[in-house]
C-alpha cells in the first residue's frame, strides 16, 4: 500500500475576528485519517510560521497548509519557497485574497477536505525589496492603511473600512518615477499596486485581470484620490470593473522599478513591510506549488 501523504497544518490562533479554540479538533474531526498523516503546529508569534513552514518541509511533509489569512499564507509560503513541499490555505483571516483567487471553499470543513485530496499546480511568486508576495503589494495609501489596520487593536473588514475613511481625509500623493519595459513615467502616486492575485481580499478587486500564472505582475495606478474619483474605485474594486471605469491606469510587466520623491510605505499581502524610496519589484514565474 502507498505512503500517506503527510499534512502539516499551521495554525495562527490571531488570524481573522473568529476567536474559536477548538481549530485543531475540527481540523481532526474534517479530515479523513485513512486518507492522510497530519500534524497540527500553532504560532506563537508574528514570524514563525516561515520557520515553522521551512522545518516541516525539511521534515519532508508534501504539503504545509496555512490556517489563517494573507499574512500567515505569505508566512508560510516564504518558508516553501525552494523546496518541493506545497503549499494549503484553510482560509480563517479577514480577507483571504489568495484563496479567494484561487477558489479555495471558505468554509473550514470543506477547505480540509480539498487539502487532503488536492490538485497540485504551480504559481507566480512576487518580491518587492527582496519580500516574497503571493497575493498583491502596494506603495502608497494602501501600505498606509495596513501600517494603521496594525495598531487600530481590532480586526475585520468593518475596522478596515473605518481605518481608510479615517486616513483618507489627510492622505496625499508621492511624486514617482517608475520604469517598467523600457518606458519611463513620473507621475504622482496615491496607490500603486503589484497584482499576482486580482484581489485585495474579500472580493475587492484591484486587478482583476491579473492572472496568478501568467508570469506578469499587474500594476494598477491611482495617481490621486479626490471624492469623485474616491467613489469610482470603491465601485470598481466592488464591482470587478476598475479597469472599465478609467479610475486608474493598468500595466503588465515582470520587472519594475520605482523611485519615490520622499519615504514611501509598502505592504506585502497585506501587511505592513516598512517605508524606503527605491522599489525593485519582480515576478519569478511558477515558482511555488500550491494545493488547490
Ligand atoms: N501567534 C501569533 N501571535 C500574533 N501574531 C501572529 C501570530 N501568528 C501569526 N501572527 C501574525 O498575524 C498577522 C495577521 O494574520 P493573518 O494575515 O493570517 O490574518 P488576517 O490579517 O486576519 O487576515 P487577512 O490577511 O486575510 O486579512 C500575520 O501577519 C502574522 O505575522
Request: net charge neutral; hydrophobic share 45%.
Amino acid at each position: 500500500m502507498p505512503a500517506k501523504p503527510r499534512i502539516c497544518f499551521l495554525i495562527n490562533p490571531n488570524s481573522g475576528t473568529d476567536r474559536r479554540q477548538d481549530v485543531p479538533a475540527l481540523i481532526t474531526h474534517c479530515l479523513d485519517a485513512d486518507d492522510v498523516d497530519h500534524e497540527i503546529r500553532l504560532t506563537r508569534y508574528a514570524g514563525h510560521a516561515e520557520q515553522l513552514a521551512r522545518q516541516a518541509a525539511a521534515e519532508g511533509f508534501r504539503t504545509v497548509v496555512a490556517v489563517g489569512g494573507d499574512g500567515t499564507v505569505n508566512e508560510v509560503g516564504r518558508g516553501l519557497l525552494g523546496t518541493t513541499t506545497a503549499l494549503g490555505i484553510v482560509p480563517r483571516g479577514s480577507g483571504n485574497g489568495l484563496a479567494r483567487h484561487l477558489r479555495i471553499p471558505l468554509a473550514l470543513p470543506a477547505a480540509v477536505q480539498r487539502v487532503c485530496r488536492p490538485t497540485f499546480q504551480r504559481i507566480d511568486v512576487g518580491h518587492i525589496n527582496g519580500r516574497a508576495f503571493f497575493c498583491t503589494a502596494g506603495l502608497g495609501f494602501d501600505a498606509h492603511v495596513s501600517k494603521c489596520f496594525a495598531e487600530a487593536g481590532t480586526r475585520g473588514l468593518s475596522t478596515y473600512v473605518k481605518v481608510a475613511l479615517r486616513e483618507y481625509r489627510h492622505y496625499r500623493s508621492t511624486a514617482v518615477t517608475v520604469t517598467l519595459n523600457g518606458e519611463t513615467l513620473h507621475t504622482d502616486c496615491y496607490v500603486l499596486a503589484f497584482a499576482n492575485a486580482a484581489q485585495y481580499g474579500n472580493n475587492a478587486y484591484i486587478a482583476p485581470l491579473a492572472d496568478i500564472r501568467d508570469g506578469l505582475l499587474d500594476l494598477c495606478l491611482i495617481d490621486s484620490l479626490p471624492i469623485v474619483r474616491a467613489v469610482r474605485v470603491s465601485l470598481g474594486l466592488a464591482l470587478g470593473n476598475l479597469p472599465a471605469s478609467g479610475a486608474a491606469v493598468f500595466h503588465t510587466s515582470r520587472h519594475i522599478r520605482v523611485q519615490a520623491a520622499a519615504p514611501l510605505g509598502f505592504h506585502v499581502d497585506g501587511d505592513y513591510v516598512a517605508a524606503a524610496q527605491d522599489f525593485e519589484v519582480a515576478l519569478t514565474p511558477l515558482a511555488l506549488e500550491v494545493a488547490t
